[in-house]
């Protein structure tokens, strides 16, 4: 067991940090942990990275100046070329949840491109890069200000230096299951989590409604489903993602006043309802250093605990939801009307009873995969027949489905226990 081991290794380290013949040594282990570490803005704990914040903006800027650079090249517009209104909101919104967060006494900027994409990111510089797209597709300002803030927080916790300093560990020690995919998803998936909790407190403390992040997850789900099964997860599938929103969204509401910046957002960073900053580090050369080593250590072991109980747990969530749709039999489709195709199934074969069905069909049209889903309502018996809608849009018409080469899939489905 490598945990009886780790433990043993504490043990040896804490019986000789209170000597005092080994206070050089004490400090020398600081260093090192300095230089493999920095500590989390967020909790006071510390994470793996092994450039400096300085050098974590150089690496996270050029980036984006590439891309600005890029843009200009093909000749496509960029911030308030894009769009001035647009722009100017997505500025004016920007300003006010950066100045809440841990980051606010570094100088940030918003990039707006032109893509037909929902889509923000963040590189661990001063930038966070908008697709125009996005801007459009949310419904107010407090979703917008729900993408910046989660983009922000992403650098906040240092993601993006946490992924680069795990793989470069896991290569170092030759570590197979930080290499599966599964659990680089599983990662992620605690990233995902983490910037939701972050950027949701950052709302509140703005001004925004700390619910608009669930209602940004709530329709995706409505709308696309989960895909649990269909292909590889990255991301939390959105049903997880609205529960947890809206749990984290409820927690800070107090803090939430509409339009006002909380006067005490300061102090609402260190310690709040999710999570309390932890004061008690002790100096170099009294026993921090080692402490400081520990967490660190420590901090990556248990960050590889959990994404590997995530990975299993999504793994055994696919096998279900591709075991029960091996048991459903297509008994007939027809047309309602020109955009609404109505399918019906049979549950064929003996298993559990089923709830939350998402039934699920995919195309591929202009290069693109379009899916459309249909959430079934109610409890599913083995034997019984149920039936599932696909609402098409205005330009689709079930007559071109064939020839878009449509196929039905399960998109989720639970237990009901
Ligand atoms: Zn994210």
New binding site residues.
């Given amino acids: 067991m490598p945990w009886v081991r780790f433990m043993a290794l504490i043990a040896v380290i804490a019986t000789v940090s209170g000597c005092q013949t080994l206070k050089k040594v004490d400090q020398g282990l600081y260093q090192v942990a300095e230089s493999v570490s920095e500590k989390d803005r967020v909790t006071g704990q510390r994470s793996l990275s092994m450039a400096n914040r300085s050098a974590q903006i150089q690496q996270g800027n050029a980036y984006v100046e590439k891309i600005i650079a890029n843009e200009k090249k093909h000749k496509r517009p960029v911030n308030a070329g894009v769009n001035r209104a647009q722009y100017l909101r997505l500025v004016r919104i920007f300003d006010r949840i950066h100045k809440v967060s841990h980051l606010k006494n570094e100088r940030w900027e918003p990039i707006l491109i032109k893509r037909d994409s929902f889509n923000a990111f963040t590189t661990g510089g001063t930038y966070i890069v908008v697709h125009s797209q996005l801007m459009y597709d949310l419904k107010d300002d407090a979703e917008l200000a729900a993408v910046v803030a ?1 983009e922000i927080a ?1 650098t906040v916790a240092n993601h993006v230096y946490e992924r680069q300093t795990h793989a470069q560990i896991s290569a170092l020690a030759g570590s197979n299951s930080a290499r599966r995919s599964g659990y680089q998803a599983a990662f992620t998936h605690e990233s ?1 989590r983490e ?1 939701d909790r972050i950027g949701i407190l950052y709302c509140a403390l703005a001004g925004y409604d700390p619910l608009a992040a669930s209602r940004i997850w709530q329709r995706k789900y409505a709308t696309q489903g989960n895909a649990r099964a269909l292909f590889h997860h990255d991301h939390p599938v959105n049903a997880e993602r609205y529960k947890e929103a809206k749990a984290v969204g409820e927690a800070v509401k107090p803090y939430y006043r509409k339009g006002v910046v909380n006067p005490r957002s300061a102090a609402l960073l260190d310690n709040n309802v999710l999570w309390r900053k932890n004061n008690s580090q002790t100096a170099a050369g009294e026993g921090g250093g080692v402490a400081a080593l520990l967490s660190t250590a420590l901090g990556a072991y248990v960050q590889h605990q959990e994404a590997k109980v995530e990975e299993r747990r999504q793994q055994q969530q696919a096998s279900f939801v591709k075991a029960v749709e091996s048991g459903l039999k297509l008994e007939s489709t027809r047309k309602a009307n020109n955009h609404l195709l109505e399918t019906r199934w049979r549950y064929a074969v003996k298993g559990p009873v089923l709830k939350d069905m998402v039934m699920g069909m995919y195309l591929k049209r202009n290069g693109k995969i379009e899916r459309y889903v249909d959430h079934v309502k109610g409890y599913i018996k083995p034997g019984q027949v149920f039936a599932a809608r696909f609402q098409l849009p205005s330009n689709l018409r079930v007559d071109d489905l064939k020839k878009y080469g449509a196929r039905f899939y399960l998109d989720d489905v639970a237990a009901a226990r």
């Fill in positions: 989660h992403h995902e910037a």
